[in-house]
């Protein structure tokens, strides 16, 4: 149980750590960060959490199997030496040393899946950013390029009613 509550703690440490992260993101080091940038740096920051959460459930999985194992290894001697109170105390151990196993797994199978899920989630939100951003970094071109050909058409009737001017 004290398993799965440092596991949460390490997830929860992890999540709050990943947003106040101020590593540099500007990879080019122009002194701009680019939309592109960010996405990198959000991906890079979001699949090193992910990994070291997995690495952390793994750990945990397999200290828990250990404990097990020992168990069930204890039960054995204790079957065999035919002592009926060390049995019973071995196979209280070993149920307790099972059922904290497949807790366990359940909680690491669960956090995995809740971090792949947040992964996906920061993914498609940036991609979702970058998109937007592309979008108005392309209306903005366009409106531009609208103002500067007005611009120009006025120019040319400008020009067009100096030149008629100077022909009167």
Same mark, same amino acid.
């Given at each position: 149980?004290?398993?799965?509550?440092?596991?949460?703690?390490?997830?929860?440490?992890? &999540?709050?750590?990943?947003?106040?992260?101020?590593?540099?993101?500007?990879k080019?080091?122009?002194?701009?960060? +680019?939309?592109?940038?960010?996405?990198?740096?959000?991906?890079?920051?979001?699949?090193?959490?992910?990994?070291?959460?997995?690495?952390?459930?793994?750990?945990?999985?397999?200290?828990?199997?250990?404990?097990?194992?020992?168990?069930?290894?204890?039960?054995?001697?204790?079957?065999?030496?035919?002592?009926?109170k060390?049995?019973?105390?071995?196979?209280?151990?070993?149920?307790?040393?099972?059922?904290?196993?497949?807790?366990?797994?359940?909680?690491?199978?669960?956090?995995?899946?809740?971090?792949?899920?947040?992964?996906?989630?920061?993914?498609?939100?940036?991609?979702?950013?970058?998109?937007? &951003?592309?979008?108005?970094?392309?209306?903005?071109?366009?409106?531009?390029?609208?103002?500067?050909?007005?611009? +120009?058409?006025?120019?040319?009737?400008?020009?067009?009613?100096?030149?008629?001017?100077?022909?009167?």
């Amino acid at each position: 149980m004290k398993k799965i509550a440092l596991l949460a703690a390490v997830a929860c440490a992890i &999540t709050f750590s990943a947003c106040n992260n101020t590593s540099s993101v500007d990879k080019n080091n122009d002194g701009d960060t +680019t939309v592109g940038e960010k996405l990198d740096h959000s991906l890079e920051t979001a699949e090193d959490h992910a990994g070291h959460l997995h690495a952390e459930a793994d750990q945990a999985l397999v200290d828990a199997e250990a404990k097990a194992k020992q168990a069930q290894a204890d039960l054995d001697a204790a079957i065999k030496s035919g002592d009926k109170k060390a049995q019973e105390a071995a196979q209280k151990t070993l149920d307790e040393a099972n059922a904290a196993w497949e807790k366990t797994k359940a909680a690491a199978k669960e956090a995995g899946q809740k971090v792949e899920n947040g992964v996906n989630n920061a993914v498609d939100a940036t991609k979702d950013a970058a998109n937007k &951003t592309g979008e108005a970094i392309d209306n903005a071109a366009k409106k531009t390029a609208d103002k500067v050909e007005e611009g +120009t058409k006025a120019a040319e009737r400008k020009l067009d009613n100096v030149k008629e001017a100077l022909k009167n």
